[in-house]
């Protein structure tokens, strides 16, 4: 069993920078790959990034090169330091944690934590 629980999502304004921190329990942490998703209003939930649990890192293209995935496994924390943030990059973020499947996959993922707001406005 694994609990996540997101923290450091704001109200920014467009070109500033943000770090999402998800902290998560269970002794396993360090076997799942953890990846991070948003879900602007009236859209559906997409990838964002991933960290597998051999700390191999995937990105969506639409904010690679802007956004890095990082995990502490001795803190089980994963974190996500999103630069240059743009007013489309809005939305409800979410950490996940899975076992095995397709990364890019929200369907792969067993666990989920309760997501964190991000708005960037000027």
């Known amino acids: 069993q694994v609990q996540l629980v997101e923290s450091g999502g704001g109200l920014v304004q467009p070109g500033g920078s943000l770090r999402l921190s998800c902290a998560a329990s269970?002794?396993?942490?360090?076997?799942?790959?953890m990846g991070w998703f948003r879900q602007a209003p009236g859209k559906e939930r997409e990838f964002v990034s991933a960290?597998?649990?051999?700390?191999?890192?995937y990105y969506s293209d639409s904010v690679r090169g802007r956004f890095t995935i990082s995990r502490d496994k001795a803190e089980n924390m994963v974190y996500l330091q999103m630069n240059s943030l743009k007013l489309e990059d809005t939305a409800f973020y979410y950490c996940?944690?899975?076992?095995?499947?397709?990364?890019?996959?929200?369907?792969?993922?067993?666990?989920w934590g309760q997501g964190t707001q991000v708005t960037v406005s000027s």
């Open positions: 996940a944690a899975q076992n095995s499947g397709n990364i890019y996959y929200a369907s792969s993922y067993d666990y």
């Open positions: 269970g002794r396993t942490f360090s076997v799942y790959n």
């Open positions: 960290v597998t649990w051999s700390e191999i890192t």
